[in-house]
């Protein structure tokens, strides 16, 4: 398997100095796991985000530090809530023999394609992520449904539809089978349903309360001592 790779280079800034550091064009990082100590360690901030969008939390990640390669998955992502850009990662080492756990995205196939959406039926998805464990090599990207068999408004689609790939299974191992992914639905009903939630949504929006001098997120820079939970099983 051919994995996502991001190069870094270990960091001293730290505190206050990070905004300097990400002045400069560059992202902090910390590295998590094994018996080491947190590796504080920094890399570009365009090479950096394309890294973070591709492979998500869920898509292992080959990295290169001191000219060796560590394989890890990305624990944390911290983001900037005004300017919405990238501001500090938390990595965790795993290794190729250790069964991952995380959570993929279900990908609708043949939009557009099905008898009940050429009828002006409307086909909604309730489920769009599923928690899976398998090795770093046979984690799939994500879990694809064909809707094209969907025809009327009593059709549906459930967790049990879903064929894993071989060496991937289920988080939970009482998984729901009957859970529902998506339903079709007749537009005149959805409409209803849409009316009823927004007036609902509206009353409560007049009843909140804004809460003055509220602060956002902490920085992710301040709690680098306490490693984050792992997912992984040797």
Excluded: C, W
């Excluded at 080491?36 to 090479?47: A, G, W």
């Excluded at 080492?93 to 557009?112: A, C, M, N, Y």
């Amino acid at each position: 398997m051919s994995y996502i790779s991001l190069k870094l280079e270990e960091r001293t800034a730290e505190g206050k100095k990070l905004a300097k550091l990400r002045n400069s064009g560059l992202i902090p990082s910390i590295i998590y796991g094994g018996q080491d100590q947190p590796i504080m360690t920094q890399s570009k901030q365009v090479e950096t985000s394309k890294v973070v969008h591709t492979a998500g939390r869920h898509t292992p990640i080959s990295l290169t530090l001191d000219g060796k390669k560590k394989l890890v998955i990305i624990k944390n992502i911290d983001i900037d809530p005004v300017k919405h850009t990238l501001r500090h990662i938390a990595f965790h080492t795993i290794k190729q023999s250790d069964i991952i756990t995380t959570e993929v995205p279900i990908v609708l196939v043949g939009q557009g394609e099905s008898a009940a959406e050429r009828a002006g039926l409307v086909i909604l998805q309730a489920i769009e992520h599923v928690e899976i464990k398998a090795k770093p090599a046979d984690l799939p990207d994500s879990l694809e449904l064909s809707i094209i068999d969907l025809a009327t408004a009593e059709d549906k689609i459930s967790i049990g539809d879903i064929k894993l790939p071989e060496g991937v299974e289920f988080a939970d191992a009482d998984q729901d089978m009957e859970l529902v992914i998506a339903n079709v639905y007749e537009p005149s009903a959805l409409q209803a349903a849409n009316e009823a939630t927004g007036g609902e949504a509206e009353a409560e929006e007049e009843s909140e309360v804004p809460v003055e001098g509220e602060e956002g997120a902490p920085d992710a820079e301040k709690s680098e001592s306490a490693p984050p939970e792992t997912e992984t099983k040797s």
